[in-house]
């Protein structure tokens, strides 16, 4: 097996967890946005991602485009696969995206009220899909021998992936809850800090039954843990830190809250990566069709150059994401232009 | 329909409004950064709350031009699986590095361009300007890098699979429909690859479209401003800004329709051909300033300047520019066709034509809106320089002022006539002479989800659409905001203001 392919197995893994870790609080934020009652509440929540949530939307576009260009086979398996679910993704995010810009553009009661349930809403669908994606990755797909999707959109929403959607919506609303608590004082911190709890419970329920549900109707998990018992120290690991989530909060640390949620969310992706290796793309019932970070990757030549991009790419990319969350670092304020 | 024109009209509406704001965030940005830079060098506040009015209008499309563009990453892997796996080893790696470079600097940056006018310093506000203005540019780089490959393919070679084992395949090979399971396109050259060879004329024709949107979007809501006697200081500086800007991207846009042109004559005769309506070879081959194409008959219909079109094509009147009748190549058929006799080849022939008439048609209307726009800009430059631009008392600046308000329309149908000319032009291919759009498509993907996504983009874009035009409308009426734009101390500390 090549190393590049390795480290590419890696990096879209690492890109796609970026994506979960800062996009995944944005749309929190949206699937809470209607909870929240009062206008200025609403603005608040809006803009305290104002700043960053575009380019949180770019660990997606980068991560697909990562794939698409380390792993073409899986790329085109999947999005083709699973059409008519990226397309509901797609309108959701860009509904979710333009109501950010446009609620707060005229004071109209109807006006405000459509936007935010758009933006609600589509953070909803959003988390939800990419869930339920996830969902059916883990699980396995139908795929024949050319590498091509063989299921149906209804067999996409199969009970186990529904589950792992909803887990997921859990999680970024919790996520998004915490991220709220650092952003905001007063009347709404006392509205959210309410919220983080109950939300933390509803993930933690949710996320057990997941991890029950995976051990009973996914049977490749279970072979391969016992095949790799180090993923266990990672399982331990996670849920030291999903359980330092509530001990944060209390102690009255949102911020230590905040890294205790991202850090989870990169133990999560971590335990799936360790136990999936080496597949790109589990074909379920026939595993001799799958797609591996062999079979569907590009040539190691594209390999090693790509990788000179995201040497040279990364690192900035990095360095200057860090600069603009310290910049607007702090409690949100709101002003005349703000959204 | 067919699951291909399904697909094809899908992946055309989508990109096509997509479209309608990047090029705006491009020019706009540019602009940007020319305002906040006058700013600094001449501490006028005027410039100041020029930058921050026009960013507002940026902010607008560049949230549009984003929500739209993650549907343009998706795209090719639901509608073009088949394409995906053929090219991804090429194709992917530009779409990655234009995510990871370009959009990266751009939406980061943007947080400090919109939210950080209280938050740094004027200069590092201005360095971010720059930075999102650069990202824009660098992003179209790399999606007109991996557009250029599908136009004239270079720096790579075909590989099959065989028993899991990549075999090079010769550089002469025609790939079969059933070879797409085991075939790929990929990279030899990476540098031979980015720079292939239309990336260049191709980049900068798009880069210079975009400067015109942006350019004549200011222009047009200036020149509105002084139709109706408001902010008249403000507009008056902007419509400077805007019309010199114009200019300059008007006439160097030319210069670079021209390098384009030979470019195409030389790596896609059949797209010249097509776009051009010419049929027959003929020496001193004559260019049809507007008309239609008669495909029936295959003749053009319309004035024509002898010899014009040899003269844009090879720089000489003799030289003939290959008809559609000798395109392509016995040669390249019989490649295609082995063992197929000439009377059947030349019937096959007709298949490797594009759209003649539709090619023809957009490509003209994007010639005659861009000289029609040159037009615009040197009444424009004539009348400033007269100084009669600014007296609306004048019937004459009043019919010119309006003319400018509508001039925003030009660049967006150029441009969307353009990449119409150039994707069409391109047909039969998607990769141009090597892989064809029909046997590119999703083959697990049927024509009633292509439908059914159809639908929901149409609702999503109209709505979307309307929207952007009705929040345009309003911030343009509400116009600069001197009050709101205030400096915040700080700044003016360190900025003093003159007039």
Not at chain 2, 260 to 286: D, W
Not at chain 2, 305 to 331: C, F, H, M, N, Q
Not at chain 2, 414 to 433: L, S
Request: proline share 5%.
């Amino acid at each position: 097996m090549n190393s590049l392919n390795i480290i590419w197995y890696v990096l879209v893994g690492v890109l796609f967890t970026g994506y979960a870790m800062l996009d995944g609080f944005d749309l929190g934020v949206g699937v809470l946005h209607l909870f929240a009652k009062k206008d200025e509440h609403r603005r608040l929540f809006l803009n305290s991602i104002g700043p960053v949530w575009d380019g949180n939307e770019v660990w997606l576009v980068t991560g697909g485009g990562a794939l698409f260009a380390a792993f073409p086979e899986a790329y085109a398996t999947v999005f083709s696969g699973f059409y008519l679910a990226f397309m509901l993704l797609l309108c959701s995010l860009i509904f979710r995206a333009v109501a950010i810009e446009f609620r707060s553009k005229e004071e109209w009661t109807w006006w405000r009220q459509f936007w935010d349930v758009a933006f609600s809403l589509g953070s909803l669908v959003s988390a939800l899909l990419i869930g339920v994606a996830m969902g059916n990755i883990v699980r396995g797909i139908p795929l024949d021998a050319n590498h091509e999707f063989a299921g149906t959109f209804l067999g996409l929403l199969n009970p186990y992936s529904l589950l792992m959607g909803i887990t997921t919506v859990l999680l970024f609303a919790m996520h998004g809850a915490i991220y709220l608590a650092m952003k905001t004082e007063g009347e709404v911190l006392e509205i959210v800090s309410r919220w983080i709890p109950r939300l933390i419970a509803l993930f933690l329920a949710s996320y057990l039954l997941f991890n029950i549900y995976t051990l009973v109707d996914v049977p490749w998990v279970l072979e391969t843990v016992r095949a790799r018992p180090y993923v266990v120290l990672v399982v331990g690991a996670n849920v030291l830190c999903v359980l330092n989530i509530p001990r944060e909060i209390h102690k009255g640390r949102p911020f230590g809250g905040f890294l205790s949620s991202c850090a989870a969310m990169a133990l999560m992706m971590a335990t799936f990566g360790l136990t999936y290796f080496p597949n790109m793309v589990l074909a379920n019932p026939d595993p001799a069709n799958s797609l591996t970070i062999t079979n569907a990757a590009s040539t190691q030549k594209t390999l090693g150059i790509m990788l000179v991009i995201a040497i040279i790419g990364v690192p900035i990319v990095l360095a200057y994401t860090a600069s603009i969350y310290w910049v607007f670092r702090g409690k949100t304020t709101l002003t005349k232009h703000s959204y | 329909m067919t699951v291909e024109i399904l697909a094809r009209v899908q992946f055309a509406f989508t990109i096509a409004i997509h479209y309608l704001y990047p090029p705006l965030t491009i020019g706009l940005g540019m602009a940007l950064v020319m305002m906040e830079g006058l700013w600094l060098k001449t501490g006028n506040p005027m410039f100041h709350s020029m930058a921050r009015f026009w960013t507002r209008i940026f902010a607008l499309t560049f949230a549009i031009g984003v929500a739209t563009g993650i549907v343009m990453e998706f795209e090719f892997g639901t509608n073009w699986a088949t394409y995906s796996r053929f090219v991804g080893d090429i194709f992917g790696s530009a779409l990655a590095a234009e995510g990871i470079f370009a959009f990266f600097l751009e939406s980061g940056f943007l947080a400090l361009l919109l939210f950080g006018w209280n938050k740094v310093g004027p200069r590092m506000h201005f360095f971010a300007t720059c930075m999102v203005a650069f990202g824009a540019h660098f992003s179209a780089l790399w999606i007109v890098v991996a557009n250029s490959w599908m136009q004239t393919p270079a720096g790579y070679h075909l590989e099959k699979i065989v028993n899991g084992k990549s075999v090079v395949l010769p550089p002469d090979y025609v790939v079969t429909t059933a070879d797409l399971t085991s075939v790929r396109a990929v990279v030899e050259d990476f540098w031979a690859m980015v720079f292939n060879p239309s990336t260049l004329d191709r980049l900068t024709h798009v880069i210079l479209g975009a400067w015109m949107a942006g350019a004549f979007l200011i222009v047009s809501i200036s020149a509105f401003y002084i139709l109706r006697r408001r902010h008249l200081e403000f507009a008056k500086a902007s419509l400077k800004i805007g019309l010199g800007f114009a200019a300059v991207a008007s006439v160097l846009q030319m210069v670079s329709a021209d390098f384009t042109a030979k470019g195409v004559a030389r790596n896609q005769p059949i797209k010249l051909a097509a776009m051009e309506g010419v049929y027959q070879t003929v020496p001193f081959t004559p260019m049809t300033l507007f008309g239609y194409v008669d495909e029936k008959n295959e003749t053009t219909v319309g004035p024509k300047i002898p010899g014009l079109l040899s003269i844009l094509a090879w720089g000489t009147p003799a030289k003939p520019v290959a008809g559609l009748r000798d395109l392509p190549s016995e040669k390249f058929l019989s490649a295609r066709h082995p063992g197929v006799s000439p009377e059947e080849l030349a019937a096959l022939r007709k298949s490797y034509w594009p759209n003649a008439p539709a090619v023809f048609q957009f490509y003209h209307i994007m010639i005659l809106v861009g000289v029609a726009l040159l037009g615009l800009v040197a009444a424009g430059c004539f009348f400033w320089w007269r100084g009669w631009l600014f007296d609306t008392g004048r019937p004459l600046t009043r019919w010119l002022l309006a003319a400018l308000v509508f001039s925003v329309l030009g660049p967006q149908v150029a441009n969307q006539a353009g990449w119409f000319a150039a994707e069409m032009g391109r047909q039969p291919w998607i990769v141009y002479d090597l892989l064809k759009t029909s046997e590119s498509i999703s083959k697990v993907v049927t024509a009633n989800q292509i439908v059914a996504s159809l639908v929901l983009f149409a609702l999503v874009y109209a709505l979307l659409f309307a929207m952007f035009i009705f929040l345009l409308t309003r911030k343009i009426q509400h116009g600069p905001d001197e009050e709101d734009d205030e400096m915040p101390d700080s700044w003016k500390a360190l900025i003093p203001p003159r007039a």
